[in-house]
């Protein structure tokens, strides 16, 4: 089946009750029984729920895998796959992370005796170097927040196979639409839902995609057992987003190679980063493993100083100031002091990312509309 018809019919079956095309939001925290475990496969909501089990079906189908899980944020998913650790073990990930999945491994996991490695994944030979006896987990994510670094996930998981060990892809900047992990070898997708998946801007959700039963089981256990599941509305709201996940992702990418290419011409900008551009460092592999290079885009100013980028930061009428992305409307963002604050600045800086970054989501607008909006802003 070709991607649009999966991402339409995903998960999807009329309801056995009334036949409602569209899955019903079973709004209930229990299920009747008809004798002490005599039931519908359905006992307590922690543990199952029918909105948030054709998601999970969904979530399975357009990441090619098998098992899906749905959880209640991104970081309740990441959170899932660092507690299959114990401690002693270590993680080797990339030095460009997403900054809360940094938070979380730094500030909540490290102090459970759970070692994490920082390495530029973008090179997968220095995955390779930091292995030890005690790796048990890599962690990529590719494209990466903010600067669009690409990892070759194929060539890790040749690496993580080897070594026996799982590999985990941050899939959330790429979405299923771009790329598939599974397909290239990982053992573990995990989305932020929040962004495209859900693409408009009005859930928290986090989900996990894998083949493996046992693992699935494993973190099926975790799931119930921590607790951090989605309620069944943002179930039904991420099941209806992904339905126009395909034609939502085409603008995506369209604007943002209209944009990305329109700003790497403009006088005032140093520097565009963006991996569809050929002197991107690692723009072969983005070719190979994406079908497109997305809607994500950061950029410099000639004025590298961070009171120019604040003020071209607050001038934008079309592009909102604001955290997150993968909506339908366009966002603007000042890395350094909003999504990745939580990265020490000398941390931040050595991995090449400046005060002055300014990351665009670009939304699904007609594109000439917001390169005026960019243009009046940057003057
Ligand atoms: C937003 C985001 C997360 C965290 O997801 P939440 O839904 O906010 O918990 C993780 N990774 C990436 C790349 C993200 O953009």
Avoid at 32 to 49: D, H, L, W
Avoid at 234 to 262: S, Y
Avoid at 287 to 311: H, I, P, T, Y
Wanted: with cysteine; net charge neutral; aromatic share 8%.
């Amino acid at each position: 089946m070709k991607q649009a018809t999966k991402f339409i019919h995903a998960g999807a079956h009329p309801d056995p009750s009334t036949g409602a095309i569209m899955t019903p939001i079973y709004q209930t925290s229990t299920y009747v029984q008809e004798a002490p475990g005599v039931n519908k496969g359905f006992e307590y909501a922690r543990s199952q729920n029918p909105t948030r089990k054709a998601l999970e079906e969904a979530f399975a189908v357009i990441e090619n895998g098998k098992f899906g899980l749905a959880f209640s944020s991104g970081v309740a998913a990441t959170d899932a796959v660092i507690k299959l650790l114990s401690p002693g073990d270590e993680v080797i990930c990339a030095n460009d992370m997403y900054g809360g999945t940094y938070r979380l491994f730094t500030k909540v996991f490290e102090k459970y005796g759970i070692k994490f490695i920082y390495v530029d994944t973008t090179n997968a030979d220095n995955i390779k170097k930091a292995l030890s006896p005690n790796t048990k987990l890599v962690w990529i994510e590719t494209p990466t927040n903010p600067l669009m670094n690409i990892t070759d996930i194929a060539a890790v998981a040749a690496i993580t196979k080897a070594a026996k060990i799982l590999l985990a892809v941050d899939n959330t900047f790429a979405s299923p639409y771009l790329q598939n992990p599974l397909d290239m070898g990982a053992d573990l997708v995990m989305h932020s839902a929040t962004k495209y998946l859900g693409g408009h801007s009005d859930v928290i959700q986090g989900c996990l995609m894998m083949n493996d039963a046992d693992l699935r089981e494993k973190l099926y256990f975790i799931q119930k057992s921590c607790g951090a599941v989605p309620g069944p509305m943002d179930c039904f709201l991420v099941l209806r987003g992904i339905k126009t996940l395909h034609v939502r992702m085409k603008q995506h990418c369209e604007n943002g190679r209209i944009i990305a290419h329109w700003l790497q011409k403009h006088p005032k900008v140093s520097k565009v980063y963006w991996p569809g551009f050929e002197e991107h460092p690692n723009h072969a592999i983005a070719k190979k493993q994406m079908r497109d290079f997305g809607g994500m885009l950061s950029f410099e100013l000639k004025d590298n100083s961070e009171a120019e980028a604040r003020r071209v930061l607050s001038s934008t009428h079309l592009f909102s100031l604001a955290e997150s992305l993968g909506g339908v409307e366009s966002l603007i963002n000042h890395p350094a002091s909003m999504t990745h604050a939580s990265i020490p600045r000398e941390e931040r800086i050595k991995n090449g990312l400046s005060d002055s970054l300014i990351r665009l989501s670009i939304g699904i607008e007609d594109a000439d509309d917001l390169i005026n909006d960019l243009n009046k802003a940057i003057g």
